[in-house]
């Protein structure tokens, strides 16, 4: 009886996190999570998950790597990786991730190119290799991309645009296996150096709209607290950044009233200029 429990429990989850999936963005590291998943702002290398725009900030090569357990449950795990070169050129990156299990995984590689247009405005796209595989089912996969702006419109407001597959892409056959398009606006207010508070939007075109919102909160130099709020789904986030020279570690979980708990963790190297306050700070004017 509980084991049919269980698998019954794992079905509505996978059901409800699959649905959620389907390649569109992760989140923005433990970073992303513990602010309530209010990223499209973010100006560090977990912006390569949530707004490419946001590279064309970064100050030197940067990597992370981000892993969360869905709801506690081993079955549904979701790891990602990114890397950021910034050139003279532009700044060049690269995405991947993995989500799932052994019985039901999805893939997701993405190539991007983020540059500044001006001094504070900054653009980003990605093009994106979606796979999804299901052992007694086959594989399926398909290519679609995202969009992404960013511009800091007064010293302390940064706003940003991010759009994924706004075009029609099938993942097989079934004219009902798409690839859903998903629009997110939203911006940030960093008050002083210490405090960045987010806003965002979203919609999913399969999903009503959800609002996010977060705060970071520089205790000292080396450690962040952040908190966050989402509605549809309601949930909150909570998150730890402790920061070292030129490395970041971050801490996060997400709780869903009827799920439960989502735990993360990040590691991220980026090259930093001396006075970089926080990794989100906008550029001075």
Request: hydrophobic letters at 40%.
């Amino acid at each position: 009886m509980l084991r049919k429990t269980y698998f019954a429990f794992l079905f509505i989850c996978l059901n409800y996190v699959v649905l959620a999936q389907n390649g569109t963005p992760q989140r923005a590291g433990a970073r992303g999570s513990g602010m309530g998943d209010a990223s499209v702002t973010f100006q560090d290398i977990n912006s390569a998950f949530s707004n490419q725009a946001g590279l064309a900030f970064i100050d030197g090569l940067s990597f992370t790597v981000f892993g969360e357990r869905r709801f506690l449950l081993a079955e549904i795990n979701s790891f990602s990786a990114a890397a950021a070169m910034p050139t003279n050129s532009g700044t060049f990156g690269l995405a991947v991730n993995y989500f799932g299990y052994t019985n039901y995984n999805e893939q997701k590689i993405g190539l991007s190119y983020a540059r500044r247009l001006f001094e504070h405005v900054g653009i980003g796209a990605q093009i994106d290799y979606i796979g999804t595989r299901i052992p007694e089912y086959g594989t399926a996969s398909s290519i679609t991309f995202e969009l992404g702006t960013q511009a800091q419109i007064l010293e302390k407001v940064i706003v940003g645009a991010h759009i994924f597959s706004p075009i029609r892409v099938k993942l097989t056959e079934d004219d009902r296996d798409i690839i859903p398009a998903q629009l997110k606006a939203g911006f940030s207010y960093l008050p002083s150096d210490k405090v960045t508070l987010a806003f965002e939007v979203e919609k999913d075109i399969d999903y009503k709209a959800s609002f996010k919102s977060g705060v970071e909160y520089r205790v000292v130099e080396q450690l962040s607290l952040r908190a966050g709020l989402g509605t549809e789904p309601v949930q909150n986030s909570f998150g730890i950044g402790i920061h070292l020279p030129n490395l970041d570690i971050d801490f996060s979980t997400l709780y869903h009233y009827e799920l439960g708990f989502t735990p993360g963790i990040s590691i991220a190297y980026g090259m930093r200029k001396s006075n970089t306050k926080t990794p989100s700070s906008p550029v001075k004017k």
